[in-house]
């Protein structure tokens, strides 16, 4: 019996970056932190089936990658921060032929102290989070997918519910005016890349 390799993909999840931009004529900061994800493909299989790791990019390269590549670009568009992170990979090594890169962007909202906004003083006043996810693939480009997940909405009155489908197992009233509370995640798809120039 002969077994084969049918996909790989390896990578570093939980990379945490934390960056901040200091205005010098305003002396306002503004702060990004946003936790990262990144998993390679490509001929990387002598790795798994003969032990031999000469094609593998280490994980803790591939960690200092986005720290480098973080300080050395902007990070406040994750869309293209993603984008510049996978195709790093693609380009800087020839045996890789696909990064797959996701981007957890956490809220920080500027305070107001005195009335007045705080030059270097944040809250996380919502739990939702942008989410980004970058596939860069050798001969295909960049495609990218955006998230808003976890957001909470709310309207305090002008919700109804009516009409709906009544049967033995129907318990719930119709109402014309209720309160409305939910969480949305909202995903939508960018055209595809053919690359970041």
Not at 34 to 43: A, F, Q, R, S, Y
Not at 80 to 105: N, Q, R
Not at 140 to 167: C, E, N, P, Y
Request: charged share 20%; with cysteine; proline share 3%.
């Amino acid at each position: 019996m002969s077994t084969k390799l049918a996909a790989a993909r390896y990578g570093k999840d939980n990379v945490r970056v934390y960056k901040v931009h200091r205005d010098e004529k305003t002396g306002f900061q503004t702060v990004v932190e946003m936790t990262v994800c990144c998993l390679l493909e490509g001929d990387i299989d002598v790795s798994y089936t003969k032990a031999d790791n000469s094609v593998v990019v280490a994980t803790d390269s591939i960690k200092n990658t986005i720290f480098i590549l973080a300080k050395q670009h902007p990070v406040t568009t994750p869309e293209v921060f993603g984008s510049i992170i996978g195709s790093h990979f693609i380009e800087k090594y020839s045996h890789i032929h696909a990064a797959h890169v996701k981007i957890i962007t956490h809220r920080w909202t500027r305070m107001t102290i005195d009335g007045k906004p705080h030059p270097h003083s944040f809250l996380r006043d919502g739990a939702e989070t942008r989410n980004v996810q970058v596939d860069v693939t050798e001969g295909k480009g960049i495609q990218i997918a955006s998230t808003i997940s976890g957001l909470h909405v709310l309207k305090s009155t002008g919700s109804q519910f009516w009409g709906f489908v009544r049967d033995e197992y129907t318990t719930l009233p119709e109402v014309w005016d209720r309160i409305l509370s939910t969480e949305v995640d909202a995903t939508w798809n960018w055209k595809n890349f053919s690359s970041l120039a």
